[in-house]
C-alpha cells in the first residue's frame, strides 16, 4: 500500500488495518511478544539501526528478531507494511512518544494508553479506581499469556471498526 492510500483510508480503517496485521505477524512469529518492551531488536540483524531505522525494522520482523509490547508490535507493523514513518533516530524508537508519533495518524494518544494497560497489566491513564477502567479490572483482562492477549485486543479492535472495548473480554 503506496502513502496515498494509506493517507485516503478512513481512520477506523487504519486502526483496523493495523490490528489485522499484527495478528498476522504474531501468527507467523514474526515477532516474539513479551511485556516491558515497546521495540527490542536483536543484536545480530543484518542492517545497522542508526543508519537505516526503516530497513532495520523491516529486517528485524523478515528474520523474527525482535521482541515487541503491545504499542511496538503496531508500529512496527505499521512503519515495515506501510512504511510512512521517518524515524530522526532509531534508539528513541524504545519509548512511547515515537510510538505515539508513529501511530499518531490512527490512533491516539489516549487509544495508545489504553491498550497498552491492558496489555501490560499496569495503568499508563490516570482516570477510574486504583485497578478499574471503564467497570473492568485490566490486571485481569483476557488471557495470561501476552501473545494471546494481544491477539485479544487486536481482535477487539477489528471487531468494533477500530475502537478497543475493554468491557468485551476475548479468550483463546
Same mark, same amino acid.
Given at each position: ?36 518492551? /515497546?521495540? &527490542?531488536?536483536? %543484536?545480530?540483524?543484518?542492517? *545497522?539501526?542508526?543508519? $537505516? ?7 528485524? @520482523? ?28 532509531? /534508539?528513541? &524508537?524504545?519509548? %512511547?512518544?515515537?510510538?505515539? *508519533?508513529?501511530?499518531? $495518524? ?7 494508553? @489504553? ?58
Amino acid at each position: 500500500m503506496s502513502k496515498s492510500d494509506w493517507s485516503k483510508m478512513p481512520v477506523w480503517k487504519r486502526k483496523v488495518a493495523v490490528a489485522k496485521d499484527v495478528i498476522n505477524q504474531i501468527q507467523l512469529k514474526k515477532f516474539k511478544v513479551q511485556k516491558n518492551h /515497546y521495540l &527490542l531488536l536483536d %543484536d545480530d540483524i543484518d542492517v *545497522d539501526p542508526s543508519e $537505516d531505522p526503516q530497513k532495520a525494522m523491516k529486517c528485524a @520482523l523478515d528474520s523474527k528478531k525482535c521482541t515487541v509490547c503491545a504499542r511496538g508490535a503496531m508500529m512496527l507493523t505499521k512503519v515495515a507494511k506501510y512504511n510512512n514513518f521517518e524515524f530522526d533516530e532509531f /534508539y528513541n &524508537l524504545n519509548c %512511547d512518544h515515537a510510538t505515539t *508519533d508513529a501511530l499518531g $495518524d490512527c490512533f491516539t494518544e489516549h487509544e495508545l494508553q @489504553l491498550i497498552e494497560t491492558f496489555f501490560e497489566r499496569l495503568s499508563f491513564i490516570d482516570e477510574g479506581d486504583a485497578f478499574n477502567l471503564y467497570g473492568v479490572d485490566y490486571r485481569k483482562w483476557g488471557p495470561n499469556n501476552p501473545e494471546d492477549r494481544l491477539i485479544c485486543i487486536m481482535q477487539n479492535i477489528i471487531d468494533h471498526k477500530g475502537q478497543f472495548v475493554p468491557s468485551v473480554e476475548y479468550t483463546i
